[in-house]
Each structure stands twice: as structure tokens, then as C-alpha cells.
């Protein structure tokens, strides 16, 4: 049977339109309101913006789901059809995509302690960084899925994409990262060629100008490198959501909520990541399941791998990792490290 699909650009442009308006006034609302003021975000403050942004996660999937039962009864593509059956896959699909996408960000999380760490961005200010880190990510992240919806039209796009999953989740089960270094990166130095930098932070200021000439700040040259990191996570996250559904929208939405919830989580989490060590692992290894689910398991079921067999393992493996991780304990030299 061809795929139809089920929430055509055509027919949904104006939900698009309405959902990043929300977006954009959930983020002037936390930068405008909530977070006027440089402070450090402390956990507390940091788990409730956590449960806020899961909450309106959850409960945009399930109004998904309810718009789904009423809406595909009187779409005419859809007759014949088991609409309950395609509604429930419909909230499935999103609550997989988001699973899927809020354990990728998680390893954003390391590589944000490290910068942060590397550039010594006080806690107070790591707060604006993110936040304009996450509009860039957010921009960055449309264009991908974008291109995404286009290139999987073509069979050997999924291929390419499930093949390159793979492998990805065999360098990260099986290859040692490597150290990251700002400095190396050539657009970092092709930026400060070309722009003076401050020596030390000026507040909150990405740009200040010295006797009349304009610098940037070391927040600003951690900003670029965050956004830079970001591309690389995107090139991952992407095909891996693709794999799981078929449909823009349901990519769309669950990419931007995970996004969106990055920051809180990193507040509430960046002091003790050391300890989810075998998480790692566990990305991966859900990985390298999307992938064949792209090269072999759709095909092996008569075109789909069943979603809600997709969101058990995947759950499964994650909080398989995280119990682990913290039920055995690291050896006297890693712990020390």
C-alpha cells in the first residue's frame, strides 16, 4: 500500500504557522518574564520548568490523538480505513519521536557541561547562552527536517540514512570521544580573525564596543560553538525520527518540545551526568535499532515495524542504561577521573 500522507503541508500550513507562535511566545514569555534577570538557575527552579515542558509534551500528544479520532473520519484520502487504528499510531508515532529525541539531547548535555566548563561562562549567565542556543538549534532543526521530508520520498535516502544510524551507534558503543577543543575548530578561528574578542566576560553582553570598535564576548564565541555542536547532534536526530515516522508534523512538533525542555534538563542534570556513565551505551544502542529499523525491520513487517514495539524498546533500553548506571558503582580510577 503507497503512504498517504496523513497531515499534508498543504492542508496544515496554518497549524504550523499557529504552533511556532506558540513556540516563540512560551520562549519571550521565559526569557522576558521568568528569566529578566541573570541568576543562576538552581534545581528547583529547574525541575518545575522540566515538568512544564513534559507536561505540555504529553498533553500536545494526546490532544494529537484526539484531533486524529475526530479528524480522520471525514478526510476522504482516509476511507476504508481503520481511523481509530491510524489515531493511535498517530499518538504513538509523536510519543516515540519524543522519547527518542529527549534521550538524543541528553548526550547534548555532556558536550554543553564541557563548553561551558571550557570557556568559563559563569553559572549565572549559562542560562542566556542556552536560550539563544536553542532559537539557533530550533532554526537549524526546520531546515533539517525539511531537507529530511524531501530526501525520504526517495527509497535509497532511507537506506543512506538507517546505514549511517548504524554506524553511529557502533562509534558511540565502541569508540572513545574525543576531547573537544573550540579552538581547533575552524570556524571558531576564522571568527576571531575577523572579529576582536574581549579577554574577559562583560555581563550578559554577547557584543561590546571598546573605543568605538565593536567586540565580541567570550559568550558569544560560546554561543557560535554551542550552535556548531548543535548542526552535528541535528545530523543524528533527525534521520533517527524519520525512521520512527513518516509524517513532517509529528517530527516537527516532538523535535521542537524536546528542545525546548533542553535547557531545564540540563540545569537539573549537569551536576550529576558523571554518574549516568552507561548512558552512552544505551544511545548507541537505540541507534543502531532506528537504523535497521530504516535498512531492514519496516521491510521484514510488511512495510512497518510496529510503533508501539519501537516505544518499549527504545524506553526499555534507556532506562535499562540509567539503572545501571547508577546500580554499579565505577571503579576507584574512573571515579577518581
Not at 509534551?57 to 481509530?84: C, S, T
Not at 554561543?223 to 552535528?232: A, C, G, K
Request: one cysteine or more; glycine letters at 8%; aromatic letters at 16%.
Amino acid at each position: 500500500m503507497d503512504y498517504i500522507p496523513l497531515f499534508p503541508f498543504a492542508d496544515y500550513w496554518w497549524f504550523y504557522g499557529l504552533f511556532t507562535l506558540f513556540v516563540l511566545g512560551m520562549l519571550a514569555l521565559d526569557l522576558g518574564v521568568f528569566h529578566r534577570e541573570a541568576h543562576e538557575v538552581r534545581f528547583k527552579e529547574a525541575l518545575g520548568w522540566s515538568v512544564v515542558w513534559v507536561t505540555l509534551a504529553l498533553i500536545f500528544g494526546y490532544g494529537l490523538h484526539q484531533y486524529a479520532l475526530w479528524k480522520f473520519p471525514l478526510d476522504p484520502r482516509l476511507a476504508g480505513l481503520d481511523h481509530a487504528a491510524l489515531a493511535t499510531q498517530t499518538g504513538l508515532e509523536y510519543l516515540t519521536g519524543y522519547v527518542v529525541e529527549k534521550s538524543l539531547s541528553v548526550d547534548n548535555i555532556f558536550v554543553f557541561v564541557v563548553i561551558f566548563t571550557y570557556f568559563a561562562i559563569p553559572a549565572k549567565y549559562q542560562h542566556r547562552v542556552l536560550f539563544y542556543g536553542i532559537i539557533g538549534a530550533l532554526v537549524f532543526r526546520i531546515i533539517f527536517i525539511s531537507l529530511g521530508a524531501v530526501l525520504m520520498q526517495f527509497h535509497w535516502v532511507i537506506w543512506v540514512f538507517g546505514v549511517f544510524l548504524i554506524l553511529t551507534g557502533i562509534k558511540l558503543l565502541f569508540i572513545p570521544g574525543k576531547p573537544i577543543d573550540p579552538e581547533k575548530n575552524p570556524v571558531i578561528r576564522l571568527l576571531r580573525r575577523l572579529l576582536p574578542v574581549t579577554p574577559k566576560i562583560e555581563g550578559q553582553k554577547f557584543f561590546v564596543r571598546h573605543d568605538g570598535v565593536l567586540h565580541a564576548t567570550p559568550l558569544f564565541i560560546c554561543l557560535v560553538f554551542m550552535e556548531l555542536t548543535d548542526i552535528v547532534f541535528a545530523v543524528d536526530s533527525v534521520p533517527a525520527i524519520f525512521a520512527i515516522t513518516k509524517e513532517p508534523l509529528i517530527v516537527f512538533t516532538s523535535n521542537v518540545f524536546a528542545i525546548l525542555g533542553l535547557r531545564a534538563m540540563f540545569f537539573m542534570l549537569a551536576g550529576v551526568m558523571h554518574k549516568f556513565r552507561f548512558l552512552k551505551y544505551g544511545l548507541g544502542l537505540v541507534l543502531v535499532f532506528v537504523g535497521l529499523k530504516m535498512v531492514w525491520l519496516n521491510d521484514a513487517f510488511g512495510g512497518k515495524f510496529p510503533i508501539s514495539w519501537s516505544l518499549g524498546i527504545i524506553s526499555g533500553i534507556i532506562a535499562v542504561s540509567i539503572v545501571v548506571s547508577l546500580l554499579v558503582p565505577p571503579k576507584p580510577a574512573v571515579a577518581k577521573a
